[in-house]
DNA sequence: GACCAGGCACATC
DNA sequence: GATGTGCATGGT
């Protein structure tokens, strides 16, 4: 039986999640705003936890890049508390809104007509935002075909044998990029399907399973 | 109490 | 370039 090509094994993979959970519609958030500023929030963090911060805003009426942007970085630092990295995240976002403002007056209406690619290496000069914020924010916020690749994307791709393990963001993005159609819904629900199976499924534990010393007791225990 | 959660920057070698 | 570490809350 001849090898299926890695390209088969993508289509094959998103095929079989898409039956199984239908379409995720993602990502949370009814603005382009909200979903970069959750981006940010959300890097090694529960979504749930940001979700709080983005109620919080909301009730007071602040979910709005103006105003955030007039509220200084220790206050805001106190209202991402329960994302965790408050202080980081604060610093994160303040620079974001900066180039938001000076850039795109912040309307992601004008972000959005920039050139992506161009748009992509500018975010990635930005302190805090790293691969998987930026292309978040492309993918989700702005509708550009960029893939975004997570920790579950590692692990659940790395597990089934269609990538390295360690393996680089880029050479995962283009892995998927150079073997997928550039088309937005896909890469959206193929990315969403992801985090799906990979919250449900795909767990970290058992980490080292069959190594002899897996069961070896803590020194001290 | 340990582990985990939709990263990123920085120091060190 | 590879590796280790700090950042922090909240759920299981």
Same mark, same amino acid.
């Given at each position: 039986m001849a090898a299926m090509t890695l390209k088969k094994r993508l289509q094959e993979m998103y095929r079989l999640l898409h039956d199984t959970?239908?379409?995720?519609?993602?990502?949370?958030?009814?603005t382009p705003f909200e979903v970069a500023l959750g981006a940010i929030l959300t890097q090694n963090t529960n979504w749930r936890n940001v979700a709080r911060v983005i109620e919080g805003l909301k009730a007071e009426g602040s979910l709005d890049p103006l105003v955030l942007g007039e509220i200084p970085e220790a206050e805001l630092a106190q209202r991402f508390?329960? @994302?965790?990295?408050y202080n980081i995240k604060a610093r994160r976002v303040k620079n974001f809104l900066d180039f938001f403002a000076g850039r795109f007056g912040s309307s992601m209406e004008k972000m959005a007509e920039a050139d992506w690619q161009n748009l992509r290496s500018d975010l990635l000069g930005l302190h805090g935002i790293g691969p998987e914020t930026a292309d978040s924010i492309l993918l989700? @916020?702005?509708?550009?075909?960029t893939f975004v690749v997570d920790a579950y994307t590692f692990r659940i791709l790395s597990r089934h044998g269609l990538a390295a393990d360690p393996c680089a963001y880029e050479e995962l993005r283009q892995l998927f990029m150079d073997r997928l159609p550039p088309e937005v819904p896909l890469y959206q629900e193929f990315h969403a399907l992801l985090v799906r199976i990979g919250k449900e499924f795909c767990r970290p534990q058992p980490r080292c399973a069959g190594c002899p010393l897996e069961n070896w007791p803590e020194a001290g225990a």
């Open positions: 959970f239908g379409p995720q519609g993602w990502w949370p958030g009814e508390r329960s @994302a965790g990295y989700y @916020a702005l509708h550009k075909p």
